[in-house]
């Protein structure tokens, strides 16, 4: 089965609010972790990535929160606009694992309310 | 910087029919990959490449698909012969080699919508 999956299909939020999005993984192996952005009708957008030394890594608007001791990920997005909605998904991975193609969870669906 | 180019958009052909897909990966990205993402789901790896060679084909079906990048930059995508359940996206990436910050990065095509009726 699947090593990442999410806990919630659906989320939907206010416009200007915060965005909490949670994955979860099992495989305690994975030390590299990608958020990605896919919006309807395009392939996955990089949003950003957090290694497994970090349980904290900021960029524009989105923060990722790693928790390696109950193996979850999250990802924040402050100040929510209509441009955000999309399906979000995590991946993970094995830094320099050789293979390096991501494993993806099912994905959490962002929508926006006005 | 071009992103990774694929085509067709989309194709719609019958069970048992043939159908290849194309992706030309970002210029100088030695990895390139290619995933099926089915409706509601998230990508799932099938093949990956590094340069011309395959790394990992692990969740291939080799029975019906194929894949090829023999020049080490465009790579071909084949279902032969094709079944309903083939019916998904085919998302192809591509990478820069590993061992640096942010080279697992992988940047995706638009992909290719398949049907099977």
């Known amino acids: 089965g699947e090593s990442v999956g999410l806990h919630l299909p659906t989320l939907s939020v206010q416009e200007g609010d915060n965005s909490i999005i949670n994955c979860a993984y099992s495989?305690?192996?994975?030390?590299?972790f990608i958020w990605y952005k896919q919006e309807s009708g395009k392939g996955p957008q990089f949003i950003i990535d957090?290694?497994?030394n970090m349980d904290k890594r900021q960029g524009q608007r989105v923060t990722v929160l790693l928790n390696k001791t109950v193996k979850h990920l999250s990802l924040q997005i402050a100040a929510t606009q209509p441009g955000d909605s999309a399906v979000y998904f995590c991946?993970?991975?094995?830094w320099g694992g050789g293979a390096d193609g991501l494993t993806f969870g099912k994905g959490t669906h962002l929508i926006i309310q006005p | 910087e071009a992103g990774v180019a694929q085509s067709p958009r989309y194709k719609i052909i019958e069970k048992r029919q043939s159908v290849a897909f194309w992706c030309n990966p970002i210029?100088?990205?030695?990895?390139l990959y290619w995933y099926q993402q089915i409706l509601g789901q998230g990508p799932k790896l099938l093949i990956q490449?590094?340069?011309?060679?395959?790394?990992?084909d692990s969740q291939l079906p080799k029975d019906r698909f194929s894949a090829e990048r023999l020049k080490g930059v465009d790579s071909t995508l084949k279902i032969q012969p094709a079944k309903l359940e083939d019916s998904a996206v085919y998302l192809c990436?591509?990478?820069?080699?590993?061992?640096?910050?942010?080279?697992?990065?992988?940047?995706f095509g638009a992909g290719s919508r398949l049907t099977v009726l």
């Open positions: 990436a591509s990478s820069l080699d590993t061992g640096s910050l942010g080279a697992n990065v992988l940047t």
């Open positions: 210029s100088g990205h030695a990895t």
């Open positions: 495989n305690s192996a994975s030390d590299y």
């Open positions: 991946a993970e991975n094995i």
């Open positions: 957090i290694r497994s």
């Open positions: 490449f590094q340069n011309n060679g395959v790394v990992d």
